[in-house]
C-alpha cells in the first residue's frame, strides 16, 4: 500500500524534457547551486574554508529539528513545538547536572526523555484526543516555553563542560555540530527508507484511511512519529546550548518555522506523502547560505526575513509545479536502483558544476581586497527597541566621520542568530567587532574564536563572560535601578504602594535593573511592592500587562519599568492617572520617553545616553584594531532625567 502512495503519476513519464524535469526534481539542490555561486561572486569572504564551515555550523541545529520535522511532515502533520521542546530538554540537562548534581549522563538521559515525552503527548492528543495537529503543537509549544522558564527562573543555566565539548572543533578545524547533523541525518534517511515506521509515514501521508484499512495501526504510528520529533528536538536543544555554553530558556524561538520551512524548501509536500532526508539538508543548507550571504553583504536584518520568506513561498510553488507536472518526490528507498544511480549522478554533477564555477567566481576576488579602509561589525541584541536604534546611530555616525566601513547586524534576541553573525565577522577578517551581548555567556565561544584570530572585541551595553574583551562600554545598569528606586521612592513622599513592568526573562538587562531597584528600595521601608509581572521590554505588553493590574490594585501610587517602552505602555493604560496621582518612572532615555517626560506623563526615565554609547564603542573599537590602549571599562554616565532638567539633556 505505501509503495503504491509514492509511485509517480501515469502521466509522468510523458512529462516536459530532460532539463525541465531535471529542475523540478531537483528544484532545492538547483537552487542551493545557483545560491552558492551568486554568494561567491558577490561576496569575496564568502568562499573561504572558515566561512563554509561557518555555514555548516550554522545549519546544524535547524537540520536536526527539520530532520525530526520530516517525520511528521511525511505523514501529513505538522509539529509546532519543536523550538520549545529544544530549549526545554536543554535547560532539564543543564539544571538536572547542576542545580540537582545529578551525573551528567543520567541527565543527558533526562534531557532525551523530556523530548520523546513531550513527543508522545503531542501524538497522543493528536490520535486518541482527535485534537488537529496544529492545535496540539500549539498548545506544546506554550507549555514547553513555559516549563523551561519555570525551571531555570528566566536565567540562563551554565552547560556542563563535558557536554559543551559537543559545540566545539574536532583538531581544531572540525566543528562537531557538523558532525552530528551528519550522523542525525542519516538516521533520518535509514529510518525512511528502510524501516517499517518508515513506509507507514509515507502510507499514512499519501492516504491515512488507506492505510488502515490496509491493516497499519495508524494511532500507534502516530505516537512513534511525534516521538522521533520530540527526540530530535531534544538532541538539536543540546547542540544548540552546547554552542552558547548554557540552557537560554527563551532559546530556539522561532525556530519550529525554520525546520518547518527546511522541509517545504528540500521538496516534501505539506500535504504528506513526501519528503526526504537529503532534501531536508538542502532546505537547512539554504536558509544558512542565505543567511550568511546576506549578512556578509551587509542586509539589514529586516529584509533577511523578507528574502527568505520569499524563498519559502517559491518553494511551494516549486512543489506544486512539481506535482503538476508529475515529478513527485519518492520516498526515500521506495525507488529502483536505476533511479537512485540517477540521482547519485544528479549530485555529482551537481558538484562538479558548483565546484567549476565556484572557483571561477572567485577569481574575480583574487588580490582585489581593499585595505585602505576599516571595517568594523556591530552585532546588536535588537533593533526592535529604539534604546539600541540609537546605540546604532551613535555608532554609525561616529563611523562615517572617521572613515570606517561599519557593518550592523540585528540578533532579534537570540543567542544563537547573534552567535552566527559574531562567527561571520570572525571570518570576514574584520579589523574590530563591537557586541551588544542578547546574554553575557552565551556569546563567550563566539568572542573567543574571535580571541583567537586576534580580532579585537568591544562589549557595549552588557559584558561578555569567559572570553577577552579590548573594552567594556557601558553605563551601569545596577546604579541606574537604585536611581530609579530613590527617585520614585522621594516623589511618594517615602510611601505608597508600586507596581515594577519587568523587562524580558532572562536577559542581564531585566536582572541588574530589578536587582538595582530592590537594592535601593531597602532605604525606603513605607514603600511597598504589590506586583511583579514581566512585559518583555515591549510597549505593548506593558499596557496589556498594566491594564491586568490595575483591576487588582486600582489605588497603586507608583510604576517602576525596567525600560521607557514598558513604562510608555504602563502610561496608555494608566490614562489621565499617569503624572498626577500615579508617578511612572522609565530606563534608557529614549527620545519617546524624554518626550513624556517633557509632557510631564513620566515622571522620570533613568538615562543610559545610547547614542554616547555607540560613539565611544566605535572610537575604541578603532583604537583597539591599531593596538593603541584602551581602558577596560569606558563608563558612561547614567542621569535620571526628570522635568527640571529634560530640556538640557542630549541622549
Same mark, same amino acid.
Not at 540578533?411 to 553573525?421: E, G, I, K, Y
Not at 514598558?566 to 505602555?569: D, E, I, Q, V
Given at each position: 500500500m505505501a509503495t503504491d502512495t509514492l509511485k509517480s503519476k501515469p502521466g509522468a513519464q510523458s512529462a516536459p524534457g530532460g532539463v525541465r524535469r531535471l529542475l523540478l526534481e531537483n528544484g532545492a539542490l538547483t537552487a542551493l547551486i545557483v545560491l552558492v555561486i551568486a554568494m561567491s561572486a558577490l561576496s569575496g569572504d564568502f568562499l573561504t574554508a572558515?566561512?563554509?564551515?561557518?555555514?555548516? !555550523?550554522?545549519?546544524?541545529?535547524?537540520?536536526?529539528l527539520a530532520f525530526g520535522v520530516t517525520f511528521v511532515i511525511v505523514s501529513a502533520g505538522i509539529d509546532l513545538s519543536v523550538g520549545s521542546v529544544a530549549a526545554l530538554s536543554a535547560t532539564v540537562l543543564a539544571w538536572?547536572?547542576?542545580?540537582?548534581?545529578?551525573?551528567?549522563?543520567?541527565? !543527558?538521559?533526562?534531557?532525551?526523555?523530556?523530548?520523546?515525552?513531550c513527543g508522545l503527548v503531542n501524538g497522543f492528543l493528536i490520535s486518541y484526543g482527535k485534537l488537529p495537529p496544529f492545535i496540539a503543537t500549539l498548545a506544546m509549544l506554550s507549555v514547553g516555553r513555559g516549563l523551561s522558564l519555570v525551571i531555570s527562573q528566566g536565567s540562563p543555566i551554565a552547560f556542563p563542560d563535558s557536554v559543551s565539548h559537543l559545540g566545539d572543533t574536532l583538531g581544531g578545524w572540525l566543528p562537531v555540530p557538523v558532525l552530528v547533523m551528519i550522523v542525525m541525518g542519516l538516521i533520518t534517511a535509514f529510518v525512511l527508507g528502510r524501516t517499517y515506521i518508515g513506509r507507514s509515514m509515507y502510507a499514512i501521508g499519501?492516504?491515512?484511511?488507506?492505510a488502515r484499512l490496509s491493516g497499519l495501526r495508524v494511532k500507534r504510528q502516530k505516537l512513534a512519529i511525534y516521538a522521533f520529533s520530540g527526540l530530535f528536538a531534544a538532541a538539536a536543544g543540546i547542540v544548540l546550548a552546547s554552542r552558547l555554553s548554557s540552557a537560554q530558556p527563551q532559546a530556539a524561538q522561532g525556530y519550529e518555522l525554520d525546520a518547518i520551512a527546511a522541509v517545504v524548501i528540500g521538496g516534501a509536500s505539506l500535504a504528506g506523502g513526501t519528503g526526504k532526508a537529503s532534501g531536508t539538508l538542502i532546505g537547512a543548507l539554504i536558509l544558512a547560505v542565505l543567511r550568511n550571504g546576506l549578512n556578509l553583504l551587509s542586509v539589514s536584518a529586516f529584509w533577511q526575513q523578507v528574502v527568505i520568506g520569499v524563498v519559502i513561498a517559491l518553494a511551494v510553488l516549486l512543489d506544486t509545479l512539481r506535482r503538476k507536472a508529475g515529478a513527485t518526490t519518492p520516498a526515500a528507498g521506495a525507488s529502483g536502483g536505476g533511479d537512485r544511480g540517477k540521482q547519485a549522478l544528479t549530485y555529482v554533477i551537481a558538484a562538479v558544476v558548483a565546484v567549476a564555477v565556484v572557483g571561477a567566481t572567485s577569481l574575480l576576488h583574487s588580490g582585489s581586497s581593499d585595505g585602505k579602509k576599516q571595517k568594523v561589525g556591530l552585532s546588536l541584541s535588537t533593533l526592535n527597541n529604539p534604546f539600541f536604534v540609537q546605540i546604532r546611530a551613535g555608532a554609525e555616525e561616529q563611523a562615517k566621520k572617521l572613515g570606517v566601513d561599519l557593518t550592523v547586524t540585528d540578533?532579534?534576541?537570540?543567542?544563537?542568530?547573534?552567535?552566527?553573525?559574531l562567527q561571520n565577522f570572525t571570518s570576514e577578517g574584520l579589523s574590530s567587532i563591537i557586541v551588544n551581548p542578547v546574554d553575557s555567556d552565551a556569546a563567550g565561544p563566539s568572542v573567543r574564536s574571535a580571541n583567537r584570530d586576534d580580532i579585537p572585541v568591544i562589549a557595549v551595553d552588557r559584558g561578555v563572560n569567559e572570553a577577552d574583551t579590548s573594552a567594556l562600554v557601558a553605563s551601569d545598569n545596577v546604579e541606574g535601578g537604585e536611581l530609579g528606586a530613590k527617585a520614585l521612592a522621594e516623589k511618594l513622599g517615602g510611601k505608597g504602594t508600586i507596581v515594577i513592568l519587568q523587562g524580558q526573562a532572562g536577559t542581564s538587562a531585566s536582572r541588574e535593573r530589578g536587582a538595582g531597584f530592590a537594592?535601593?528600595?531597602?532605604d525606603y521601608p513605607g514603600i511597598r511592592v504589590v506586583a511583579k509581572q514581566p512585559a518583555d521590554f515591549d510597549r505593548t505588553k506593558g499596557l496589556d500587562v498594566m491594564t491586568n493590574l490595575l483591576q487588582a490594585h486600582p489605588d497603586v501610587d507608583g510604576v517602576f519599568a525596567e525600560n521607557d517602552e514598558?513604562?510608555?505602555?504602563a502610561i496608555k493604560a494608566l490614562g489621565s492617572k499617569a503624572g498626577k496621582s500615579v508617578q511612572v518612572v522609565g530606563f534608557d532615555g529614549t527620545p519617546d520617553g524624554l518626550k513624556a517626560v517633557r509632557e510631564g506623563s513620566l515622571y522620570a526615565s533613568v538615562a543610559q545616553q545610547p547614542r554616547e554609547l555607540g560613539r565611544i564603542a566605535v572610537q575604541n573599537a578603532l583604537r583597539a584594531a591599531d593596538d593603541e590602549k584602551v581602558e577596560k571599562m569606558v563608563k558612561v554616565p547614567v542621569k535620571v532625567v526628570t522635568e527640571e532638567n529634560v530640556a538640557g539633556f542630549e541622549g
Open positions: 572558515d566561512n563554509l564551515l561557518n555555514v555548516g !555550523v550554522q545549519a546544524a541545529v535547524t537540520a536536526i538536572s547536572a547542576t542545580e540537582a548534581g545529578v551525573p551528567v549522563v543520567l541527565a !543527558v538521559l533526562l534531557a532525551v526523555a523530556t523530548g520523546i515525552a499519501g492516504n491515512e484511511e488507506a540578533a532579534q534576541n537570540d543567542a544563537s542568530q547573534q552567535a552566527n553573525q537594592a535601593g528600595l531597602k514598558m513604562a510608555l505602555g
